[in-house]
């Protein structure tokens, strides 16, 4: 009779060890559904055009293209290069979504968002995607400091 109750016991802290990190992760997922995408944010000391501009080029150093926006809507939205998987029947893609606004203090704050569109099997049905948001990336990092170099240089 020990022996079940030490099994059931020790496959129940099995399976609670990983809850921390899932249970982060959801209640992240379930703040994201209520107060909306997590956008990372930086304020630079420029106007709205020129920093538009500016990111408007780091886009391009990424490697993504330009699908919409311009500076008088103050947002960007661009894809990167559509990825094959290794058994070539689906595709992922990124997105990234950068709004530009002014702040009271001067300057323009830019937020950015980057989603990963995985599509894994066309013969499934074209156009159903599951778009995922990324929390951190290192595409983040490199997208600010591209346009904080592109404001430095002008």
Do not use: W
Not at 4 to 14: D, I, Y
Not at 69 to 79: E, N, V, W
Request: positive net charge; charged residues 20%.
């Amino acid at each position: 009779m020990k022996t079940p109750f030490a099994v059931v016991l020790t496959g129940c802290v099995l399976a609670l060890a990983g809850c921390g990190s899932v249970g982060a992760d959801l209640k992240t997922s379930v703040r994201e559904k209520f107060d909306g995408l997590t956008y990372h944010t930086k304020v630079v000391t420029a106007d709205g055009r020129a920093t538009y501009q500016a990111a408007k080029q780091a886009v391009g150093k990424l490697g993504f293209r330009v699908t919409g926006g311009g500076p008088a809507q103050g947002r960007i939205d661009a894809l990167s290069v559509l990825s094959a998987n290794d058994s070539l029947q689906g595709a992922s893609q990124l997105s990234m979504k950068v709004k530009l606004s002014s702040v009271a203090t001067g300057g323009t704050e830019v937020a950015m968002l980057l989603t990963e569109q995985i599509q894994d099997d066309f013969n499934k049905g074209a156009g159903q995607v599951i778009e995922t948001p990324l929390r951190e990336s290192a595409l983040y990092v490199v997208f600010f400091r591209s346009v904080e170099q592109a404001l430095a240089a002008k």
